[in-house]
């Protein structure tokens, strides 16, 4: 997992089963940065109130989150990692 920052705004890359995702990197009920936190099988747990989401989807699993992260598309070239921003 992996925490960016790209025009103003924290992206989370993370790895899962060596698929590659990325969301928005702030958890979606308080702000908080979410590369700061961990990953647990296939969720990220926010460091401030232990909300979690899915890595796969972006789904708010746990509250008190209860809005998904917006998602963004992925493209691997190499060694190399792009995410599609809009």
């Known amino acids: 997992m992996k925490g960016l920052e790209f025009e ?6 993370a790895n899962i089963d060596g698929k590659i995702y990325a969301h928005d990197g702030t958890c979606t009920h308080e702000e908080a940065d979410l590369s700061n936190g ?5 969720r990220v747990v926010c460091p401030l109130h232990l909300s979690q989401f899915d890595l796969r989807t972006g789904e708010a699993v746990t509250s ?5 992260l917006k998602s963004y598309g992925v493209k691997i070239q190499g060694p190399d990692v792009y995410v599609e921003v809009d």
């Not at 008190?64 to 998904?68: F, K, M, T």
């Open 8 to 13: 103003g705004r924290r992206i989370l890359v």
């Open 64 to 68: 008190p989150a209860v809005e998904p």
């Open 38 to 42: 961990f990953i647990l099988g296939d």
